[in-house]
């Protein structure tokens, strides 16, 4: 380790890379070039993924949506074309059957509404729901609670607005936990404000009352406009909604291969998609940084055979006054490991402020594309530490090459 700290080594280095400056700015800027595309794609693939995570944040992933549609087939004496309901028959059944895979199954009944406050007034979706929908679509309140069973048991006249809702019919600053606002032309009692989700919003601005409330408000009786279900850990969520869908299908004397009666939405299918193309990103991502390193090392390996070849007469003089083929080879892989060292800084230094700008301009606010693109300091490491062993590696050609150089071959060398 002594020759590291030996200045006529690093003068000799320092005299190389002088002598040959557009040459070397090439080949450090192909190095930096290789790292900084690595650590930028690695920051925004975090940031995407990270979007993703917030977005889907709320939602229990392992969900299917179930609703009815027209048949598209006849069967058993109905016509094509038929419409029917989901209804409160197909909850128990269902909750029955599948007794071991469903978690959480929330009925749904939905409509718009007018909603009044005093003089101020806006349409709205109005949902009738249980308590345990909050298990699959968590709601950030930002005052009061969420549905309970007991409101559920007292078909309680209360609801949970969106923070839209709370901002076009009350004031600006006052509470609005215990106000009433007219639903229907009936009083309900504010209980709770939700702030929506900033980018999945299954829902919309929608004020939430009791499944109970809703069906004695609007007659409903067994019917439900549809439903969320989410399965036990472990559970095939694919396999499930295609026996749910062939349950419910039997139910409502549906045609087994009628692919229109039932919508259905498989939120774990659907993420699983997405996350395929994330990881799909990444192996991009490290293909392309690491071969755009790999061949920025090679130019330095290239740039070094082609500076052994030009001082093959100084390598000479030195070999003939007594340099050792070790000090030799120990200059030329220094050059080496001191030429991707500092592109590989540059490289990580100018991907940080590229990713910070990103995260200054795109990262932030309710519709941020790529939330906190950040590369962990480990990985960063790790490239590192790969590019300044490439680089000694790709040292060692060109400093065998220079000391096989016999000194009176190299002085006879014009």
Known sequence: MKFLFDSDTWQEIYGSIRKNKMRTGITIIGVLWGIFLLVVLLGATRGLENSFNKA????????????????????KGFQKGRRFNLNTKDVRVLKSEYANEIKVLAPRNQTRNLIVKDFKSGTFRVSGDYSFLDQIQKKKLIYGRFLNSRDISLIAKVTVISEDM????????VN????????????FKVIGVYEPSPRINIDGDTAYIPFSTFKKVYNTANKISWMMITANKGVDIEQMEKDILLTLKNLHKVHPEDERAFGSVNLSKE???????????????????????????????????????????????????????KKIRQQIILESVFLTTVAGMMGIIFGAAVLMLIDYQWGRGVDAVLVNPTVNIPIILAAFTTLVVLGTLIGLIPAHMATVVKPIEALREE
């Open 56 to 75: 889907f944040g709320s939602f229990a992933t392992n969900s299917v949506f179930v609703w009815t549609q027209y048949t598209d087939t006849p069967f």
């Open 271 to 325: 993420i699983g998609k997405f996350l395929g193309f994330l990881t799909g990103m990444q192996f991009l991502t490290w293909f392309v940084g690491i071969a755009t390193l790999i061949a920025g090392v090679f130019a330095i390996g290239n740039i070094l055979l082609i500076t052994v070849k030009e001082r093959t007469k100084e390598i000479g003089i030195r070999r003939a006054i007594g340099a050792t083929p």
């Open 176 to 187: 609005p936990i215990g106000q009433y606002i007219k639903i229907n032309s009936i009083n």
């Open 166 to 173: 709370y901002k076009q019919l009350f004031d600006k600053g």
